[in-house]
């Protein structure tokens, strides 16, 4: 059998979330992002320079997560969280309802990367249009807000 020589890619595919303890299947993932920074312009007196430096607040972009709402128990686990937060009748938690959590890279179902975040709160949930006759899967997106990943 031949060696190879070479370090294969990721793939994108195969990928979950775990949220304390529990894992759930997505079917889609964006904002891994570990972080940014502003970059601040400094002019140089006297010159016609212009020097760029760091600012010092590091933001997080927002973790959105696309997921097939299928009757599993996944449905209750983000709706009771998102009723946690968000009660329209009755004392809400707002964002002091938060979790940590990652997101999972797997490579033929074995974690391979793990992107922790911290103090998650859910931001938005919304779910797909409902269209008679389309064969579209009804799915739940979620954003998420995080003190870090």
């Known amino acids: 059998m031949a060696e190879l020589t070479f370090n294969e890619?990721?793939?994108?595919?195969?990928?979950?979330?775990e949220i304390e303890g529990t894992r759930c299947p997505l079917?889609?993932?964006?904002?891994l992002s570990e972080g940014k920074v502003e970059a601040i312009d400094v002019p140089e007196g006297g010159s016609n320079v212009v020097r760029k430096i760091a600012g010092?607040?590091?933001?997080?972009?927002?973790?959105?997560?696309?997921?097939n709402v299928d009757g599993s128990p996944f449905d209750k686990f983000f709706r009771e969280w998102f009723k946690e937060m968000f009660q329209?009748?009755?004392p809400s938690g707002g964002s002091s309802k938060r979790?940590?959590?990652?997101?999972?890279?797997?490579?033929?179902g074995r974690e391979v990367l793990r992107f922790a975040f911290y103090?998650?709160?859910?931001?938005?949930?919304?779910?797909?249009?409902l269209e008679a006759g389309s064969n579209n899967l009804f799915k739940q997106t979620i954003e998420i807000e995080h003190n870090g990943l």
């Open 9 to 17: 890619p990721y793939h994108t595919h195969g990928f979950a979330i």
């Open 27 to 31: 079917t889609k993932v964006t904002g």
């Open 56 to 67: 010092g607040v590091v933001k997080f972009d927002t973790l959105v997560l696309e997921r």
């Open 88 to 90: 329209l009748h009755g």
């Open 99 to 108: 979790r940590n959590g990652a997101i999972l890279k797997l490579e033929n």
């Open 119 to 129: 103090e998650g709160f859910v931001k938005m949930s919304k779910f797909s249009d």
